[in-house]
């Protein structure tokens, strides 16, 4: 009986002390968040965690739970190794050629066990480079074709066919652009428009049988998915168009300190740091195509949000965890390595 006790008291331990660990090292990092004067000395901090975190990348979470974090853990619903690969496709981005030379040089296996849609911005990020092995690049390709063949577009997932998913404009259409397969990018771009609010904000997702959204239309994240998908094919039939539209639309929604909410229809929400870092890309974009001066203020002012968004180790925090599904939004805010990138990103577009 005794042993019994001491069995339970022991995992009683463990799970409280894991929770303890977990929100106290939370809470002392955010202490002097923001403090960053210097802008040079701050983007320094912002890479140098991107090079540490692309050889040991953080979990991001996909459990909303902020207790009892050990049986998550457990049951595998604490993280999610697809979720992973679009982080390490963030700081590849925002990192460069070099880091995906030493990526593929630590990953000989990649796409060799399976291959997933989500994947493929991390397939896009090293084929820009020109690190995508000839072997690695068509077993994307052969993914991609058992639905371009047909015609159709591509889905999230498998077991969905019936959804398609804002998510999966960022992740497929930079590759595909890049590899020629422009017909399948631009069919995946335009049959997304049926969800489109106001022919400019996407939602979350869409039904193909009923031809009805699902989700919201201002998930900041998502809007950033859809962003992503634009601005890596900007040379593609009225992607540049789309871009200035959404451009236009996202100006007057941007919140006093320069952010965007994690909802951006409501100012008075929360920022939420990698929907607005993507939204900073975006402006630049505009700026590029348009050379309206409003955008790089903007873009600035998203920046300088950031910058107040940063903790005093480099790491870009208040970033929304994975979503659980459409209309589940997370309400864990914290650090994502796939946002570490695009912040990274989005400073050099602006130093250029």
């Known amino acids: 009986m005794i042993i019994l006790f001491s069995f339970l008291l022991v995992i009683v331990f463990l799970f409280l002390g894991v929770d303890l660990y ?3 090292n939370e809470w002392q990092s955010r202490i002097h968040i923001g403090r960053w004067s210097d802008r040079q000395e701050w ?12 050889k040991k990348s953080p979990t991001v979470r996909t459990s909303n739970n902020t207790r009892l974090l050990v049986w998550d853990m457990l049951t595998g619903k604490y993280r999610n190794k697809t979720v992973q690969s679009w982080q390490d496709a963030g700081l590849l981005l925002g990192l460069g050629k070099e880091a995906c030379e030493q990526y593929v040089a630590a990953h000989p296996d990649l796409f060799k066990h399976g291959f997933e849609t989500d994947q493929a ?23 991609f074709k058992q639905y371009t063949d047909r015609g159709v577009t591509i889905p999230y997932r498998k077991h969905v066919k019936n959804l398609r998913f804002v998510d999966t404009i960022g992740m497929v259409v930079p590759f595909l652009h890049l590899v020629g397969m422009d017909a399948a990018a631009a069919r995946q771009v335009a049959d997304y428009d049926k ?12 039904n193909l049988e009923t031809d009805l959204p699902l989700g919201v239309h201002d998930w900041a994240r998502g809007i950033g998915w859809y962003i992503l998908g ?27 300190d320069g952010s965007y909410a994690c909802f951006v229809f409501n100012r008075a929400d ?23 001066g409003e955008y790089l203020i903007c873009a600035k002012r998203i920046e300088s949000s950031l910058m107040h968004s940063t903790r005093r180790n480099g790491v870009l925090d208040y970033c929304q965890a994975d979503t659980q599904g459409t209309g589940f939004y997370s309400h864990i805010f914290s650090t994502m390595p796939f946002a570490q990138g695009m912040v990274l990103l989005l400073s050099k577009e602006l130093e250029n």
């Open 22 to 24: 977990i929100n106290l």
């Open 43 to 54: 983007q320094q901090a912002v890479e140098k965690k991107a090079w540490q975190w692309l």
């Open 121 to 143: 911005l991390l397939a896009f990020a090293l084929a820009k480079h020109d690190c995508l092995a000839e072997s690695q690049k068509q077993v994307v390709m052969d993914f």
């Open 195 to 206: 969800a489109l609010l106001r022919g400019v904000f996407p939602s979350h997702a869409y």
């Open 230 to 256: 634009l601005i890596f094919s900007t040379d593609m039939a009225d992607h540049n168009a789309r871009i200035v539209r959404l451009a236009n639309a996202l100006l007057p929604l941007q919140k006093a």
């Open 270 to 292: 929360r920022m939420e740091s990698s929907g607005t870092a993507l939204i900073g890309l975006l402006m630049v974009k505009a700026f590029e195509i348009t050379l309206n």
